[in-house]
């Protein structure tokens, strides 16, 4: 392991700190950032960065030094906030590696719960691709379980729009556990997700979700007529439908979003028994059995996406039957 240069504190210009390139971190909070910094003016940077010295030479033939950070970005960033010209460092000599940059990068941000789910996970993605680390490998380099690491990696299994949705704190870390639980059946898993965004699931609550799907999907096996049927129900209809047999007849459970999708459905339903010139009269008989929206339904039916591939959770307006 290469060692500090004679354990001595520096102080460097920070326009001559070049920032990591193997830094895991992809997002900094600006509040987080303004707060670090206001603490900098006060007190200063209490902590040294650590970076590696480099010689150049000049366009006039001398010589010149530029520093690499290794650790301690964040710091770095609120220096510059702060308005500080030099900051405190550590100058590790030796030949520093690609290899060693990445782990300290990592090793100072897990150590500080510094890293998004995310970020860790591709953090220890590069570990295993680029330099073919096992997972308890990085489990003792990170001081965490090998179980630890295998989760972490198994986020990056998901969709990207879920693993987007992880990034920008849409959904929690503890939701991606019910979610990986339908990895091999893809619409479950998108029907889930869009649960949890818009009724703001709890994790118990997709988990309870998951495992419900899991156990009615192993019963079903047995009848494969039974799965097929409610596959139709589902494509024509656009929401879960769930087929529930029973000694005698059984039941049929269809989810719905809202009361204008539960109108839209039972519309639906009657143009498919045939009754297309359905008269104004029974439109507004129909509308009056089901209630107004409340203040609470709008707010979440003009909040939900746009677009082609974000329609509302449980829209019937885009399928026919």
Do not use: C
Request: glycine residues 4%; charged residues 35%.
């Amino acid at each position: 392991m290469s060692r500090f240069y004679n354990d001595s504190i520096f102080w460097v210009e920070v326009d001559k700190i070049k920032p990591n390139p193997f830094q895991p971190r992809r997002e900094f909070d600006e509040a987080q950032l303004k707060s670090l910094a206001d603490s900098i003016r006060q007190y200063g940077v209490l902590q040294a960065l650590v970076v590696t010295r480099n010689e150049l030479e000049t366009e006039g033939g001398g010589l010149g030094v530029e520093y690499e950070l290794v650790a301690g970005e964040r710091r770095l960033r609120a220096a510059r906030l702060a308005g500080l010209a030099q900051v405190p460092v550590l100058i590790r000599t030796g030949e520093e590696t690609d290899l060693m940059k990445l782990e300290l990068a990592i090793i100072e941000n897990i150590q500080r719960e510094d890293l998004s789910p995310v970020d860790r996970a591709r953090a220890f993605d590069r570990l295993v691709r680029e330099f073919n680390f096992k997972h308890h490998e990085i489990g003792k380099k990170v001081g965490k379980s090998r179980e630890y690491v295998s989760n972490s990696l198994r986020i990056l299994s998901l969709p990207e729009y879920i693993i987007n949705a992880l990034s920008e704190n849409k959904i929690t870390e503890g939701h991606t556990r019910p979610l990986m639980m339908l990895i091999d059946r893809p619409q479950e898993q998108e029907t889930l997700f869009k649960e949890i965004i818009f009724k703001k699931l709890n994790v118990r609550e997709a988990e309870s979700i998951a495992r419900h799907i899991a156990v009615e999907r192993a019963r079903k096996l047995i009848d494969q007529e039974l799965i097929d049927i409610e596959d139709l129900f589902k494509e024509k209809l656009g929401t879960r439908v769930r087929i529930e047999k029973k000694e005698d007849g059984g039941r049929v459970t269809i989810d719905f979003f809202n009361k204008n999708d539960l109108l839209a459905l039972l519309e639906r339903i009657a143009v498919e028994k045939g009754v297309e010139n359905m008269q104004t009269q029974d439109a507004e008989t129909l509308a009056e059995d089901v209630a107004p929206l409340t203040d609470e339904e709008k707010i979440l039916a003009e909040d939900q996406p746009k677009g082609e591939d974000d329609e509302s959770l449980y829209s019937v307006t885009n399928f026919s039957i």
